[in-house]
Nanobody, 114 residues
Framework: AHFVESGGGLVQAGGSLTLRCTAD????????MTWIRQPRGKEREWVAL????????SYAHFAKGRFTISRDNDRSMLYLQMNSLQPNDTAVYYC????????WGQGTQVTVSP
């Protein structure tokens, strides 16, 4: 499996970003997908999960009400819409499958200024 994350950038607090993940090397629609983030100098933390059909989603407590995970199975794309961003959302964001120990992509940097 191979993942390419994009869509990160610098945004002011309160702003929005949409992250994208292009996946290949497996049958995308068969697998639950997650977004995971890693703030600099800290451990990786789970952000959101979506099942293969897109019909079931779940979020970390800090993402509820602000972030929306979605997927396009025809394009093998995963998305994370992030609203009301805060400085503590600053991190590198990664996508990967929930049930496999895939190699990490390069991630996409999200930086939120005060």
């Amino acid at each position: 499996a191979h993942f390419v994350e994009s869509g990160g950038g610098l945004v002011q607090a309160g702003g929005s970003l949409t992250l994208r993940c292009t996946a290949d090397g497996f049958t995308f629609r068969n697998d639950a997908m997650t977004w995971i983030r890693q703030p600099r100098g800290k451990e990786r933390e789970w952000v959101a999960l979506i099942d293969g059909s897109g019909g079931s989603v779940s979020y970390a407590h800090f993402a509820k009400g602000r972030f929306t995970i979605s997927r396009d199975n025809d394009r093998s794309m995963l998305y994370l819409q992030m609203n009301s961003l805060q400085p503590n959302d600053t991190a590198v964001y990664y996508c990967r499958r929930r049930d496999f120990y895939d190699d990490w992509g390069q991630g996409t940097q999200v930086t939120v200024s005060p």
